[in-house]
Structures are given as C-alpha cells and as structure tokens.
C-alpha cells in the first residue's frame, strides 16, 4: 500500500534553481598553479596582520580576535593559527579557511583570492 501524501518524487535535473545552471566559462582565465594550496600564508602570519587584538593561541591552535566583519567589541572570532588556517565567527558572520577568510574580506572570487594570497604567480 502506497501512502497517498508521500510527495517525495525524485528531484528532476535542474528543478532547483541555482543547481545544473550551466555558466559560461572564461576559457581565457589562467588556471591557478597545481601546488597553489602549498604556496598559501602562514596562517599565524596572515591573520596577525589582519585580525585586531588576536590573542595567544592556546593548547590547540586557535586564537580569539575581534571580528573585522562587524562592530566587535568583544573577541568573537577564533582562528586555528596552528595547521588549517580556518576560523568561526561566534557572532553569527560564518566560517571556512584562510582562503574564504581573505574572499570575505576583500571581496574577492576564489580565483583571485588564491591569486593575491600566494603573490599573483601562475
């Protein structure tokens, strides 16, 4: 016996928007070095320079600092100064690696993101 209100149908390809889009790709763009995730920050070294009042890492890595994404007066942002480079904002402003940080601060793609963190090489 069926359940008559099971409205789980199989998604059709392309039904949600924003998914199966095909984008024009710029055929032109160079592509970014096959070692570029090596050739990224120290990731203690980049976000002393870019996090305001950044505090001593602790046992594992992570450092708390005021947030440059809003007005923080309070230390509500940790970073793993440590390895990874990633960092959460407990104010509600997200997450993600070195590389999301530095698109978020600056308004950058992810191309010229990676570009301007290891020095525009190719």
């Not at 889009?21 to 096959?34: F, I, K, M, Q, T």
């Not at 942002?77 to 959460?88: D, P, T």
Request: net charge positive; proline share 7%.
């Amino acid at each position: 016996m069926t359940n008559p209100r099971n409205t789980h149908a199989p998604a059709k390809r392309g039904a949600v928007v924003g998914f199966g889009e095909s984008r024009p790709r710029n055929s032109s763009a160079p592509r970014l070095p096959e070692n570029w995730r090596d050739r990224l920050p120290d990731a203690a070294a980049y976000y002393r320079e870019h996090v305001e009042k950044l505090s001593r890492p602790n046992a594992t890595g992570w450092a708390q600092g005021a947030c440059p994404f809003h007005d923080d007066r309070n230390a509500s942002l940790s970073v793993h100064v440590a390895g990874s480079g990633g960092w959460r904002c407990f104010a509600g402003c997200g997450g993600g690696d070195l590389v999301g940080f530095h698109m978020k601060r600056h308004g950058l793609d992810f191309r010229s993101a990676v570009r301007s963190l290891i020095g525009g090489a190719r």
